[in-house]
C-alpha cells in the first residue's frame, strides 16, 4: 500500500494535541511496519522531529494558508505521490479529491449549537470553528472512514452527522514512554528555576478555549485560598497575563495574581517533571473528546482531579475523583481532599499507574493500519 498522511503541523516548535497524536501516530507506524510504503505531507517548520526512512518518505509542501494548504497543494501532493489512500488527522480534510480518505475528527464541539463553547474565544479560534464548520460535513459524507478517540465521541460523531456504525470507529489515544515519575531532585531545580515555580503548586493545562474552564478553576482557587491558612498556588501552562487578568476581574478576587504563576510553552519533553512535582493535576474540562493529559499526570503518579462530563469518566476509569465542572466549590472540596488524605492519594496514585498503562500508541498504531488495509482491499 502507498499511504499518505497529513501532517502539516507536525514540524511546528509549540506542539499540542492533535499534533501529538499525529506524531505518535506516525513514529509508531514506522517501528511496526516496514512493508508498506508512507508519504508524510508536512509543512517546512522549526523542528524536524521525523527522518524519512527506507519505506517512509517525509514530504514538505509549500508553506501557505492553511485551507490552501490542504484543499489543494495537499491532495496534488497525495496523487502526485501515487498514494492509494489518503490519512487526514486533523479534523478536516480535501473536499475534492478522488484518493479514499481516512479522516480523524477528533471532536465536533465547533459544530454544536452550545454559545458557551463560542463565548471568549479568540479570534483564530472563531475563525478555525468557521472554517471546521464548512468543511467537516461534506469530508464526513465524502471519507471511506470516520477515526475519532473515545466512545463519547464516536456516539456525538454519529448521531450528530447520521453516520452508519460501519463508517465510524473509536481508536484511543495513547501515552508517551517518556511520561514516568521522575525523582531527580537537579532536573526540579532546574525546572523550578526555569520556569519561576513555587515549591508546592497544583498544575493546569488552561487556555483561552471556554472548554477549558479556566474561570472555574480560578474561582475554586479562590475559594480554597479564602477558607484555608495555607494558601495554594496554582501554576498555569501557555496562557497569556492580559487574558488571564481579564478572567481574575471577572473573579473579582484580585489576590489571585499573588498565587497563580505563568509558565508559557512547556516541551512535552519536561512535563515529566512539571507533573512529578505537582501535588495536583486539574483538568476539569466542561467537554473532552479524551484528555491526554489526565492520562500522562497518572503514568508520572500525580493525582488527578476532572470532570463528571463527556469523555472524561470513560478514560479516567477510577483514577480520577471527578467533579461537576459547573461548580466550582466542588473542584475546592476535592483539592482539599487529595491535599489532606493521604490514603485517598495513594490508591488514585495506584490506579493511575493501571488506568494510564491501557493507553499505548503502538496499539493506536496497530489499529490504524488494520482500518488502512481494510479501505484498500474494500476499494
Known amino acids: 500500500m502507498r499511504i499518505g498522511i497529513e501532517g502539516q503541523r507536525l514540524f511546528r516548535q509549540k506542539k499540542h494535541g492533535m499534533d501529538m497524536v499525529a506524531l505518535e501516530l506516525v513514529r509508531n507506524l514506522q517501528e511496526i511496519d516496514q512493508t508498506n510504503e508512507y508519504f508524510i505531507f508536512i509543512k517546512k517548520d522549526e523542528d524536524p522531529c521525523l527522518e524519512s526512512s527506507e519505506n517512509f518518505h517525509i514530504v514538505e509542501l509549500e508553506s501557505k494558508p492553511y485551507p490552501l494548504w490542504e484543499q489543494k497543494i495537499l491532495p496534488a501532493a497525495a496523487r502526485k505521490a501515487g498514494c492509494e489512500i489518503l490519512h487526514c488527522t486533523s479534523n478536516t480534510a480535501p473536499i475534492f479529491t478522488s484518493i479514499p480518505m481516512v479522516v480523524t475528527i477528533h471532536d465536533i464541539i465547533y459544530m454544536e449549537s452550545i454559545s458557551l463553547f463560542r463565548k471568549g474565544s479568540s479570534s483564530y479560534q472563531r475563525f478555525g470553528n468557521m472554517y471546521r464548520s464548512f468543511i467537516v460535513p461534506m469530508v464526513v459524507k465524502k471519507c471511506r472512514k470516520v477515526i475519532t478517540v473515545s466512545e463519547f465521541e464516536k456516539k456525538r460523531i454519529s448521531s450528530f452527522f447520521k453516520i452508519d456504525d460501519s463508517r465510524i470507529k473509536a481508536i484511543y489515544n495513547g501515552v508517551s514512554?517518556?511520561?514516568?515519575?521522575?525523582?531527580?531532585?537537579?532536573?526540579?531545580?532546574?525546572?523550578?528555576?526555569?520556569?519561576?515555580?513555587?515549591?508546592?503548586?497544583?498544575?493546569?493545562?488552561?487556555?483561552?478555549?471556554?472548554?477549558?474552564?479556566?474561570?472555574?478553576?480560578?474561582?475554586?482557587?479562590?475559594?480554597?485560598?479564602?477558607?484555608?491558612?495555607?494558601?495554594?498556588?496554582?501554576?498555569?501552562?501557555?496562557?497569556?497575563?492580559?487574558?488571564?487578568?481579564?478572567?481574575?476581574?471577572?473573579?473579582?478576587?484580585?489576590?489571585?495574581?499573588?498565587?497563580?504563576?505563568?509558565?508559557?510553552?512547556?516541551?512535552?519533553?519536561?512535563?515529566?517533571?512539571?507533573?512529578?512535582?505537582?501535588?495536583?493535576?486539574?483538568?476539569?474540562?466542561?467537554?473532552?473528546?479524551?484528555?491526554?493529559?489526565?492520562?500522562?499526570?497518572?503514568?508520572?503518579?500525580?493525582?488527578?482531579?476532572?470532570?463528571?462530563?463527556?469523555?472524561?469518566?470513560?478514560?479516567?476509569?477510577?483514577?480520577?475523583?471527578?467533579?461537576?465542572?459547573?461548580?466550582?466549590?466542588?473542584?475546592?472540596?476535592?483539592?482539599?481532599?487529595l491535599l489532606s488524605d493521604q490514603e485517598l492519594r495513594s490508591n488514585l496514585v495506584s490506579e493511575g499507574y493501571i488506568q494510564s498503562g491501557k493507553f499505548t500508541w503502538k496499539n493506536m498504531a496497530m489499529q490504524m493500519l488494520e482500518v488502512y488495509s481494510e479501505i484498500i482491499l474494500n476499494k
Not at 310 to 333: C, H, L, W, Y
Open 177 to 337: 514512554f517518556h511520561f514516568r515519575p521522575v525523582n531527580d531532585p537537579s532536573v526540579f531545580e532546574s525546572l523550578r528555576a526555569r520556569y519561576k515555580l513555587p515549591d508546592k503548586f497544583v498544575f493546569f493545562f488552561g487556555n483561552t478555549d471556554p472548554k477549558k474552564n479556566t474561570i472555574g478553576v480560578l474561582r475554586a482557587l479562590s475559594l480554597f485560598n479564602k477558607r484555608s491558612e495555607e494558601k495554594l498556588h496554582l501554576v498555569m501552562l501557555d496562557f497569556d497575563r492580559q487574558a488571564l487578568n481579564k478572567l481574575i476581574d471577572e473573579v473579582g478576587d484580585s489576590s489571585l495574581n499573588n498565587y497563580i504563576t505563568l509558565t508559557g510553552y512547556i516541551p512535552n519533553s519536561e512535563l515529566p517533571g512539571i507533573y512529578s512535582m505537582s501535588s495536583v493535576f486539574l483538568y476539569p474540562s466542561l467537554r473532552e473528546s479524551f484528555g491526554i493529559p489526565m492520562l500522562e499526570a497518572m503514568a508520572c503518579g500525580t493525582p488527578v482531579i476532572t470532570s463528571n462530563t463527556s469523555s472524561m469518566p470513560e478514560v479516567a476509569g477510577n483514577a480520577a475523583i471527578f467533579i461537576d465542572p459547573f461548580k466550582p466549590e466542588q473542584i475546592t472540596d476535592a483539592m482539599f481532599k
